[in-house]
């Protein structure tokens, strides 16, 4: 298993031997094949009423359940669309997208964009396919920081399931108990369960103290690193288990919970700076020097979505009340 322990620095080294990877930027400015996200704008008419993400333990009871009800639909109910080896559902085809990339989309400036747009690939996801009326919401993991153990997020009634027990650490309660996952462990492809190890030390990550230091950074060149640093890992490596591995974490779906929180960080730190921090963007394309030197990464750099949504560029989401993304955090 790959862990977020080691993830900025030898992260992907066991399984790039035999990984082939297809990078998520398209440079050609030939969109005519895709949906741009002006075209989607103008099909809509624009951001008129966003949606309003909220922390889940500020949702009622009626709310959990019509969220974890459509998330169980993309799971059990829709078949995947993409053609994606491995990938059975819509569930898995969100995964997919994370897994095949992972190595492009950690480690260097694509990384809080891609996430981004992937949450709202999830979110459009459970609204359009499976009913859900409400916004992707976030975990406060800032007020769990150093006790994920005793979250009410891993509630088995109204929340995600508890710990894994036994020798591969499944979990065994909850909405997503016995569910098999197609994609992982890692690079892998193997039929396995959700599994969890929940830490309560590394997730003091989490922290608010952790945070407020990214919030302090000045620009993005440095801000992007310490929220992918202790918030992103004090999550992942808090959960443990699926959530624990780089490649394949978005198997467990607390991964969404999860980003979409560090989301929250990111435009906490963009709204500190308005208009600045909405084109304050850098970093290279890739966590490694390729061969022929390195690529400066872009705001027209195009975010490959592996046809689960449309592609979109760095541009277009860098602001979350815009066109394309149209929400706000509450």
């Known amino acids: 298993m790959v862990s977020f322990r080691s993830f900025l620095t030898a992260s992907f080294v066991l399984a790039s031997a035999t990984a082939v990877f297809a990078s998520p930027i398209a440079r050609s400015s030939d969109l005519s094949a895709r949906d741009t996200t002006e075209e989607l704008g103008k099909r809509q008419g624009g951001c008129t009423t966003r949606l309003q993400r ?59 964009p891609f996430h981004r747009l992937h949450m709202h690939a999830h979110e459009r996801l459970l609204r359009e396919e499976c009913g859900y009326n409400g916004a992707q919401p976030y975990w406060d993991e800032e007020a769990d920081a150093g006790a994920f153990s005793s979250s009410a997020i891993f509630s088995p009634t109204n929340g995600f399931g508890g710990n894994g027990v036994g ?33 309560d030390d590394a997730s003091r990550g989490s922290s608010t103290e952790n945070v407020n230091a990214c919030l302090a950074e000045q620009k993005f060149a440095t801000a992007w690193p310490c929220i992918e640093g202790s918030p992103h890992s004090g999550g992942h490596n808090g959960v443990g288990g699926e959530m624990g591995n780089a490649i394949s974490s978005p198997g467990d779906p607390l991964f969404y919970l999860h980003h979409t929180y560090l989301d929250r960080v990111w435009w906490r730190w963009q709204q500190q700076s308005l208009p600045a921090r909405l084109t304050d963007f850098s970093g290279y394309t890739t966590q490694d020097r390729p061969a022929g030197g390195w690529i400066d990464a872009t705001l027209d750099d195009e975010l490959n979505m592996f046809g689960v949504i449309a592609n979109a560029r760095i541009r277009d989401v860098m602001d979350v009340t815009g066109d394309l993304l149209c929400m706000e955090y509450v």
């Open 54 to 112: 909220r922390a889940w333990h500020t949702l009622s009871d009626a709310e959990k359940k019509s969220y974890i009800d459509a998330e169980l639909c993309l799971m059990w109910r829709i078949p995947q669309q993409t053609g994606l080896e491995a990938s059975v559902s819509r569930f898995d085809d969100l995964v997919k997208a994370h897994q095949l990339q992972s190595m492009l989309v950690h480690g260097d400036g694509w990384f809080l």
């Open 167 to 199: 020798e591969n650490n499944c979990i065994q309660t909850g909405p997503f108990a016995n569910y098999t996952l197609h994609t992982g462990p890692s690079y892998d492809n193997t039929d396995h369960c959700i599994s969890r190890q929940i830490d």
